[in-house]
Each structure stands twice: as structure tokens, then as C-alpha cells.
């Protein structure tokens, strides 16, 4: 009776992942023969391009995106008032230094959130630091009236390059502020960047004390250059000049377009990407691949003729960049209506290769997770348990959603994270498909969950 | 006592495997922090360039990686004779429809081993087919004096690329015997690319019987206009002029370089890649990857002062594109003079990030390899297991070694193959050096295996 038990309750399960195996396939077929993810991300990057929260661009993203998911006939379209800062680059920046009479042109972009310099910029001798600590050690008496360089490189050994970006993250984040306290005049900050090449890596920074002083990425070819001129001659001069300002902050929004569900419409799984991009490139990787994704995983849903049972949504935050305005705005107005999000996946770590998904939640949560691995691995999806979500769905993990990070390959995002290269053109349509393959069976296999 | 046994051999079971796991982390730091691969890979595409079989180009590679690994101080280095097939593209090709009056160009090459047109070039009506099935349900009664249009396109569902590669090569290779059959006068074949563009892909192919008519690969972009425009006009006359010829067989070589075994100097581990390509482009992915990965491993090696049990080689095989000469020669000799070889590595499936690796081998031989999987999956190395070798060492696989081939990430793979465009700019460093890393790290716990 027991064996005849297990028997009936295990073919009962093989049956099960038999056919979510089936739909699966389904829809990876649908994506990679008809999936439309990839022409919308042209259009996004080539029509709209850059989209800066507070830009015009950000206000065509919008609208490019509500019209797009109106067009696939998804049950509700709709915009989630946001307001976000609005920081402006100006024109480009200018940088070089003097070594021995000589000028050396050097790559620069404002750091987000970033003062300007004086219209005439600013000309100062630069000192060269691994870290805050070495900056502590040196103190006002070898900082004061100086430009701070920050060149601490990303530790190409890590083999996932996230892990690399936040152990040099800080310089970025908070080192005008630290360089300030000792009376720096100006911070130059090395680009997150494993490679070497002539592209500005910008980003944002804040102030927090010890003055506003004028903040830039400086290419890695250009940090190395400076940095072995800076060793030759430590009195070289570094000057620069940046033209960028904080308006006021301006109304935005978070799209939003989704399916209802046919049984617990009450429950919401989000799908979602960040909409807002830096102002230098197309923002493709970052995130406009996400934001395709996400209306992708609903268009495949849609085409297989999928009736979820939960409402599933597809969310184009606003101003993950340099605010996080659309992330906490959406969580907030989760909770004053009292909606019921059980799960949150966004899509920001790139359009490459799928390798797996981490899960911010408890052991028995992360243990539902890990019991698709065998659905996903042949997907090329082996990498699934803990891990870390997103930033625009971390407030909703504070309301206690379950949320989780699609993880693509890591190797190539810093080549092109914030800079002016982050175009379409560096986008595989394979990669891209199977990205929002993978998504749409989590969000299949969440859907069908108890 | 059985406890304490247990304890004891479980123990040193986990010594070994935190051991191996520290010295693979210093394989993978050697390579990420000082590998050449990347350096050596770009003299290879740039200052080398198109390398097939017989050409000048394959010479200076034969010369080139000679001397790198001489001077790397392997402890051997040497050079092994292969009489290679010599053919020759000559004179661009030149194509065209036309169309109730009007040229389209179409951008096509001729297949590797094909006979050229005659010098005025060849005009006929051509007749498109999906597969050899069609072809002959069609018979000479529809063939005869046409040229045959394969255009079957790789299947896009398949995860694997290969396996879409697989399905559709067929045409490519025997296309040409199996229209000539039917009376036809030249074939076309669509390019084994997964994307719409304009690049043709060359390749192989053969004649076994029907007589030797022209072939020639056309881009995919090209085909589905071809085929677009038969549809509305069946009879449009195909024009296609090339030039090609097969010369006498010449004089070449595999390059071998070795570091001796401390212990068992007789036993040989092969890591390897072919060393020509097309003539069309620099080779990158197919195969300079490999070639530069696999001199890299001996380099890792020696670099972190390890003394292998075994005799590492690396070997640059000759001749893999169009003939397999290398290949079947290496394990001619290897045969003849009585080398043990018991594991052969080959990477030449792209530069891309790793996966895994596909062993061939007795259900014993392949659980020895999975039995890696927890010390590799830390570097994105999750799909080791049954699977291909690679074509150079097939030919050692028949004497009974084990051949191993090594599994990047394949979705990016056949944007390039054989065409124009695989170039080093399509190589990322640190896909390259990972690459590289796993395979030094497989080749050192091979070599500590009983």
C-alpha cells in the first residue's frame, strides 16, 4: 500500500514536471522563433536612446513603453506617478594634465549627482590613492587644495564581476565626500572596469558631508597613464572642467502593464527592469534589455494563449540610476492599497547568456527555487539559490515579496555598464531571447506554485 | 574503528579536495591577473592573419606559435610533418539575381574544396529546396541544367547551437554531390548563421560521385531575399562566377610543445586546437581561441612552479577545416611510436565563457570527470559530462584515450564561423583567460589521477 502510495504520488509528479517541462520548451520555442524583445530594444535604443530620469528621453521611454504594451493587448496599461531627480551633464567635460610642460588629454565623464567646477575649471596637483584608508593616512597635510584620484581597479580575479564592482564600488559612491574632509578640491575616481580602454565609466555619487567638491570617472587607459606619469612626477597638474547641475526634481513615472490573474487575481508576481539609463550611451544592457525582457516574458505568456492564475506584471521602474525613486514609490504605493506581491524578478545585470536566477528570501523559500533546477538546467540555468534581487524590487522584498534576480553571464557588463558603449549593437538576439525564456518559465513555474 | 576509518578516509578525501580547490583558484588567479592569451591571440589575427592549410598564412602560424612557446621555455618544442590539401578561393566572387530585369548582388563564397565556374561565370535558373528529401522528390525532371538553392536554416529552438549546426550542415557538405545527381549545374547553400546578415559563411565540402559542380555559400541576409523574390518569380536566372582551385597537397605541420613528467613522463595529456582557419578571416574563435588557450595552460602551469606527474602537451593541430591531416596524423604517430596518451583536451568551440566540458569515454571514464563538477562549478562549469571531444582528437579517441572537449557558452559561435568577421575584436579577455583557467584546472586534476 505504501509502494502503491509512493508510486501513484510520484507518477503524479513526474507527470506534473512533465508538463511543466513541456511548456517550458514552449515557451523557449516562442521566444527564440518569434520572440519580439530584440527589434523593441533597437527601437528603444536608437528612437528613445539615452534616458536619464528628469530628461526627455526618460518621458519617451514612457510613452514608447505604455504604447508597446498597449499594442500587445496586455488587460491593464498603465503610469504610476514618480517624482525623481533631475541632474543634467551639460557640456562635455574637458581633462588633461600637465607633465613636464606637456599636455596630456585625458577621458572624463561628471560623476551623477556630481557640482561642476568653476566655468574656468579647476587646476590643481593630484594625488593618487588605493583607498579611503590610504586618503585617511596621507590627512589634510598631503590632501588639502589637491585633486583626489581614486585608482583602485576591480580584482579581475573574482569570477563573477559583481562581486569585483562592489569591492571598488566606494571610491565612486562616497569619495568626494571622503577626499573633501581633507580638503580635496576635486575627486577623479578610476571607472568601474575590468578592461582597459579609452571609455568614462559615470555613475552616481553622493555628498555626505565635508563639502561639495566636483567628482569624475577618468577612462582606465587614461587612470594608468596618469597613474605612472603621477609616479615620475608627483607634482604634475591635473585640470578639468564640468558643466553639470541639479534642476529641480521633475514628475516622472513607472510604467506598468500586466495580465490578470484567473484565480488569485489578488496575488501579483512582478517582472521588471529599470526604464531610466545614463545619459552617455543607449543603455541597452543597462537596462534597456531588462525592461524588453520583462514585456517579453508577458507577450510569450499572452501568444501561448497562458492564463496565469496570479496577475502578473510587467514594471518598467523609473530612476533606478540615481534615486531609486520608481523602486520605493511602486513598494509604497503597494502597500497603501494593500496589494499582495508574492513574488518580484527583475532583469539588471545585462542581455547575456542566462546562467541562473539569486533569491533574496528563507531557506524553505530559496528550497522552492532550487526545486526548478531541473526544469531550467537544460536552459543553461544552473545557478539558482540564494543571491541577491535587484535594486528596484529591494523595497518590496521589505513588505516580505519574495524577490529575485535573473543572472546572466557577468564576464562582459563592466565592458559597457555606464558608458557611452553600452549600445544595441553589443547585444546578441540569442542571449537576449533565452534571457526572457528564462523568466517567463519562472514566472510560469512561480504561477503554478500553491 | 569503521567510524575512525571513515573518519580518517573522508578526511583526507577533503584534504585533497580543499588542496586541489586552493591550487585551482591560483590557476584561475594566474590566468585572470597575467595571461597572454589575449596578447598572443591578437598577434596571431593581426600579424598572422587567414591561415588555411597550404598557405602562407598557415606557415607563419607554424613559425609563430613555434617560437612563443619556445619562448615560454616548454621543454620541448618541435614541429611534426603533415601533408595538407591545398586549395585556393582566388579572385573574389561575384554573384547576382536577376529579376524581371533588375540585378540584386548577393554576397555568397565559395564552399572550401569546390571547383571554381568557368572564367565567364555560370547564369541559370535555380530552384530552392529545403532538404535532400525534397531535392529528390523533385528529380532531374525539375533540376537538370539549374542551379540548387539549399536553404534550410539552422534550427533556432535548439538550445546548443551545435545541435542547429549539426541539423543543417548536411547541405553545406554534401549538397553539391546530391544536386549534381539530379543534372544540376551549381548549389547554393544557405550559411550555417543563425542571424540574418550579410556575411557568407564558408566551409567544407565534398564530392562523392555525380560529378564536381561549383558551390558556394551565401549570407543568410542574401538568402532570404533569393528566396523571397523565387516566390513571386520561379524562373529568375542565378548568376555566380568564382575562382577557386585545388592545388597539389603540400608539405605542413602540427606544433607541439611539452612539458616532461616528474613521474610518469610516458603517460601524455593533450590540450590542443587547430591552428588553421578559413581563408576569409583572422580565425579568432575558430580556431585561434583554442590554439592560444591551450599554449596558455602549459604557460599557467609552469608559471605556478608545477611539476606534472605527466608529460602536458599542447598541440597546435594542422589542417582540422579541410582535411583533418593534423589530426589523423598525430595519432598515426603517437601509434607508431607507441605513446600512451590517456586524456586529449580540445577547445574549439569559440572563446566564449565556459560551460563545461563533453567527455567521450566508459561510463567509469565520464563519472572520473563528473566527479570534478564540485570543484569546477565554483567558475561556471556545470555541464561536464557525456558528450563530443573535438575533431583533432577523434582520430586518438580510436587508441583509446579519453578525449575531452571543452564547452564555452555557444550562442555567440556561429555569428562568426567561418566568415569575415570572426575577428579578435570578438574576443573578450576574460572569457578567453577563463577558458583558459578551466581547461588548466581539468588538465591538473587529470593529471592527479590515479
Not at 317 to 346: C, S
Amino acid at each position: 500500500m505504501k509502494n502503491l502510495l509512493f508510486f501513484l504520488l510520484f507518477s503524479v509528479s513526474a507527470l506534473g514536471q512533465s508538463q511543466d517541462s513541456i511548456f517550458i520548451k514552449k515557451i523557449y520555442d516562442e521566444t527564440l522563433l518569434n520572440g519580439e524583445s530584440y527589434q523593441n530594444l533597437r527601437y528603444l535604443c536608437k528612437n528613445v536612446g539615452p534616458r536619464l530620469s528628469g530628461s526627455l528621453g526618460a518621458q519617451k521611454a514612457v510613452d514608447y513603453t505604455k504604447k508597446l504594451m498597449e499594442s500587445y493587448g496586455f488587460d491593464k496599461v498603465f503610469l504610476q506617478d514618480v517624482m525623481v531627480p533631475h541632474w543634467e551633464r551639460g557640456a562635455k567635460e574637458e581633462a588633461y594634465f600637465l607633465d613636464n610642460g606637456k599636455k596630456y588629454k585625458v577621458n572624463i565623464a561628471a560623476l551623477g549627482g556630481s557640482v561642476a567646477t568653476s566655468k574656468a575649471g579647476l587646476m590643481a596637483e593630484i594625488v593618487e590613492f588605493q583607498n579611503f584608508k590610504e586618503l585617511k593616512e596621507a590627512g589634510v597635510e598631503k590632501v588639502k587644495g589637491k585633486i583626489v584620484f581614486f585608482n583602485r581597479p576591480m580584482d579581475p580575479t573574482k569570477i563573477n564581476t559583481f562581486e569585483a564592482y562592489g569591492g571598488a564600488v566606494d571610491q565612486r559612491g562616497g569619495g568626494a565626500s571622503q577626499a573633501a574632509q581633507y580638503g580635496a578640491v576635486g575627486v577623479i575616481v578610476r571607472s568601474m572596469n575590468l578592461r582597459e580602454d579609452e571609455y568614462p565609466h559615470t555613475g552616481s555619487m553622493r555628498y555626505s558631508g565635508g563639502g561639495m567638491i566636483p567628482a569624475a570617472a577618468i577612462s582606465t587607459k587614461s587612470a594608468n597613464d596618469l597613474s605612472k606619469s603621477l609616479k615620475n612626477n608627483p607634482k604634475l597638474k591635473f585640470y578639468f572642467k564640468q558643466n553639470c547641475e541639479t534642476l529641480a526634481d521633475a514628475p516622472s513615472h513607472n510604467v506598468i502593464g500586466e495580465i490578470v490573474g484567473s484565480e488569485k487575481p489578488d496575488e501579483i508576481i512582478v517582472v521588471g527592469g529599470h526604464l531610466d539609463s545614463w545619459d552617455l550611451a543607449e543603455g541597452a544592457h543597462d537596462d534597456g534589455t531588462g525592461c524588453m525582457q520583462s514585456i517579453e516574458v508577458l507577450r510569450i505568456l499572452k501568444a501561448l494563449g497562458y492564463k496565469p492564475k496570479r496577475t502578473i506584471r510587467a514594471v518598467m521602474f523609473m530612476n533606478e540610476e540615481n534615486g531609486l525613486k520608481g523602486g520605493t514609490t511602486y513598494a509604497d504605493v503597494a502597500v497603501q492599497k494593500k496589494e499582495k506581491h508574492v513574488y518580484a524578478i527583475e532583469s539588471d545585470s545585462g542581455g547575456f547568456t542566462p546562467r541562473g536566477f539569486g533569491v533574496v528570501g528563507n531557506d524553505s523559500q530559496i528550497s522552492k527555487l532550487t526545486s526548478f533546477k531541473a526544469l531550467l538546467s537544460p536552459y543553461g540555468l544552473h545557478e539558482i539559490g540564494k543571491g541577491s534581487g535587484g535594486a528596484d524590487i529591494g523595497p518590496l522584498a521589505k513588505t516580505g515579496t519574495v524577490v529575485i534576480g535573473f543572472k546572466p553571464d557577468s564576464q562582459r557588463y563592466f565592458d559597457y555598464h555606464h558608458a557611452s558603449n553600452d549600445t544595441f549593437e553589443t547585444v546578441n538576439k540569442r542571449e537576449l531571447d533565452l534571457g526572457a525564456g528564462s523568466m517567463a518559465s519562472l514566472v510560469y513555474l512561480l504561477d503554478n506554485l500553491n
